[in-house]
């Protein structure tokens, strides 16, 4: 009995470790801009042939990603759409503005598990341009590219692909 113990307590702590296996799926985009690191950590669901974004109701905010919700973090300050926020840390989430419009929420609560999604207490919004890619992504993939003073992120699952862009000084 105390040497089945032995065996089970071990494994069952290595399955609830995020490095073994219960987060294994997770990704994540990096960029330096303007000397500053700035970086996205986010869960990489699968499609399943489902069309998630189309069953989104209009003004919803959305988990992004799995499990944990998707975090930002910059080294230095951003600006998303005209508001100032401070470098540190950010989870983000989508929320459909209308039929084909999108907006990226910054919320400063991190650490959040990605249900129920948060509804208030947003401190930026940066609205996504949405186009039909030209391949298609069966897990959700973010990137970051810089581009001058500002980093361009592009979101893509299915043939959606979601595109924006916010300073980082």
Known sequence: MKLRRLIVIPILVLLACPAFGLQANRGNA?????GK??????GRPSLKGRDILSLMPVGKVWRLGANQATEITSGGDLNVNGTS????KYSLWLKKTGDNSWALEFHPKTGVWGMPELTEGYVAELPLKLQTASDSAEQLTITLKPNGGNAGIDIHWGTAELTGSFGVK
């Not at 690191?37 to 986010?42: C, E, F, H, K, R």
């Not at 926020?85 to 540190?88: E, N, S, T, V």
């Open 30 to 34: 990096e960029a330096t801009v303007n």
């Open 37 to 42: 690191q700035v970086s996205i950590s986010y």
């Open 85 to 88: 926020l401070k470098a540190g």
